[in-house]
């Protein structure tokens, strides 16, 4: 059975391996709420260091312009704060300290809702993905747990996870036009992305970047009604944590 609409949380804490994934798997839940005023922050776990297709770029350029971009996406769905944990792109790995990174910052917010990548979701192609959802779940029973990272904080327990590009969905968060749009317009925000993730040519005419983007945007409003009905984004909902 599927549920729909969780009563708006006080506190919200999204988790995503790299920026922008937060923003694709749950960007118009978290401008929803944030409107209702709930309080949210990010977590960004890796630093962007790989989303190039540049051979020659300046890694260390990229990963400080993906962390302005994160900042200003953030702005744009109302979220309160991001913290970056800075592993690198695409080595992320379920390493004590990263563990240790999620418990810590589960008990910094202090939220009543987690939201992050489904790891049991068959057929992921990335790697920190897959462990980046393992850690949001075992950061989560570490934050819980006073003999977990003593010195991380005082213990706190989320009510609820929601799971994004879940396996199995068995919840739906209903967005109106703004909280689409805020989610469209956060996507946009990560310029360094546009070619490789958004199909968004920097170097084309105007009235060409202007169609790329028109139909990024249309795809991603259309994935928001994928299943029928009211457009909403789909989740995995675990509730006894």
């Not at 923003?23 to 989303?51: R, Y």
């Amino acid at each position: 059975m599927t549920s729909r609409n969780l009563e708006v949380p006080t506190r919200v804490l999204a988790i995503g391996a790299h920026p922008d994934d937060v923003e694709f798997g749950c960007g118009a839940t978290l401008a929803k709420w944030s409107a209702a005023g709930a309080h949210c922050e990010l977590l960004v776990l890796t630093d962007g260091s790989k989303g190039t297709w540049d051979p020659s770029a300046d890694l260390a350029a990229l990963v400080t312009t993906r962390e302005r971009e994160q900042r200003d996406a953030c702005r744009r769905l109302g979220v309160a704060g991001v913290h970056f944990g800075r592993f690198v792109d695409g080595e992320l790995e379920e390493t004590t300290a990263a563990r240790e990174l999620v418990c810590r910052t589960v008990r910094t917010v202090r939220p009543a809702v987690v939201l992050g990548h489904d790891p049991w979701k068959r057929y992921r192609l990335h790697s920190d993905h897959r462990v980046g959802g393992q850690l949001v779940i075992d950061g989560i029973v570490a934050a819980r747990d006073p003999h977990f990272f003593p010195d991380a904080g005082t213990p706190h327990r989320p009510d609820r996870l929601l799971l994004f590009e879940a396996e199995v969905v068995d919840h739906l968060e209903d967005v109106d036009d703004a909280a689409a749009t805020a989610k469209v317009e956060a996507l946009l925000a990560h310029r360094s992305q546009w070619r490789s993730t958004m199909g968004i040519d920097p170097g084309a005419t105007d009235a060409q970047r202007a169609a790329q983007a028109d139909a990024f945007t249309a795809r991603i409003r259309a994935e928001l009604v994928d299943g029928g009905g009211a457009p909403a984004e789909h989740f995995k909902l675990l509730d006894e944590l």
